[in-house]
């Protein structure tokens, strides 16, 4: 089993900056790639910002060059640095990781928690 748990999540306002962390624990052989995702109410869930354990990463339109996301191999943790934030990033923020899991080696996606942000004008 892998657990994934995020933190720092919370409420500010319109250009603050907050920093989501999500720590990976359990069964892990590796891990392949990191991301976080965000759903709004009545929308679906959207990519965020993705990082491949070789470090390529990837953002949505929409959060570039305002988030960045990073990534700790020692500590299994994937950061979502989230800067001038605007009432529309207000949504649940979800980590999702890709792992090979013990003793296997087979992949899975897991899926955190969910973190609420809320950005207010």
């Known amino acids: 089993q892998v657990q994934l748990v995020e933190s720092g999540g919370g409420l500010v306002q319109a250009g603050g900056s907050l920093r989501l962390s999500c720590a990976a624990s359990?069964?892990?052989?590796?891990?392949?790639?990191m991301g976080w995702y965000r759903q709004a109410p009545g929308k679906a869930r959207e990519l965020v910002a993705r990082?491949?354990?070789?470090?390529?990463?990837n953002y949505a339109d929409t959060v570039l060059g305002r988030f960045t996301i990073s990534r700790d191999n020692t500590k299994n943790t994937v950061y979502l640095q989230m800067n001038s934030l605007k009432p529309e990033d207000t949504a649940v923020y979800y980590c999702?990781?890709?792992?090979?899991?013990?003793?296997?080696?087979?992949?899975?996606?897991?899926w955190g928690q969910g973190t609420q942000v809320t950005v207010s004008s």
């Open positions: 990082t491949t354990s070789s470090g390529s990463t």
């Open positions: 359990g069964s892990i052989l590796s891990i392949n790639g």
């Open positions: 999702k990781a890709k792992v090979s899991v013990r003793p296997s080696g087979i992949e899975y996606d897991y």
